[in-house]
């Protein structure tokens, strides 16, 4: 009887707590940023022609074929991301050398909102605005630094 009672009561606990329990403060996340997404556009200022075309692009993708990036949020709360480092190298006027340069791998906890994801201890990739359906970090820098990087859902 008393192994009958105490299963019980651990059925009772196993089922009675979850993410959305009705304590007042606590928000579930957004599943919905949950999956694979892919760096679609890396947007930098003033536009350049690395790729030598003839053709000047703000997005880093049009012009360096080595650039990719994959950012895996799982339903577990956690995320893991594999870039394409760069190098850059200001020329003059305004030019600037672009080069990749092996492969970033970061990972962590996440979490999210209707308007942001947020990953805990990472300062250069800490939050991501959800903007049409995409994920975007907005970082506002001219080149040496970026404009955007923005994420979409595979």
């Known amino acids: 009887m008393k192994k009958n009672v105490f299963l019980f009561l651990c059925l009772i606990s196993l089922f009675s707590c979850n993410l959305d329990d009705g304590v007042d403060g ?5 599943f919905a940023a949950v999956g694979l997404w892919d760096l679609s556009e890396v947007v930098m200022n003033p536009p350049q022609d690395l790729n030598d075309d003839g053709i000047s692009s703000t997005n880093l993708l049009d012009e360096l074929d080595c ?12 995320w893991s991301l594999e870039q394409t480092d760069l190098a850059i190298t200001a020329i003059t006027g305004g030019q600037f050398d672009i080069r990749c340069n092996g492969i ?4 962590g906890i996440w979490f999210s909102d209707e308007t942001e994801v947020t990953f ?3 300062p250069q990739f800490s939050t991501l605005q ?9 970082l506002n820098q ?4 970026f404009q955007k990087f923005v994420y979409t859902l595979r």
Do not use: A, M, Y
């Open 26 to 30: 606590i928000t579930p996340p957004n």
């Open 104 to 107: 970033i791998t970061e990972s």
């Open 67 to 78: 650039l990719t990036g994959e950012l895996l949020i799982d339903g577990d709360l956690q």
């Open 120 to 122: 805990e201890d990472n």
């Open 130 to 138: 959800i903007e049409d359906g995409n994920l975007v970090l907005n």
């Open 142 to 145: 001219d080149l040496p630094g």
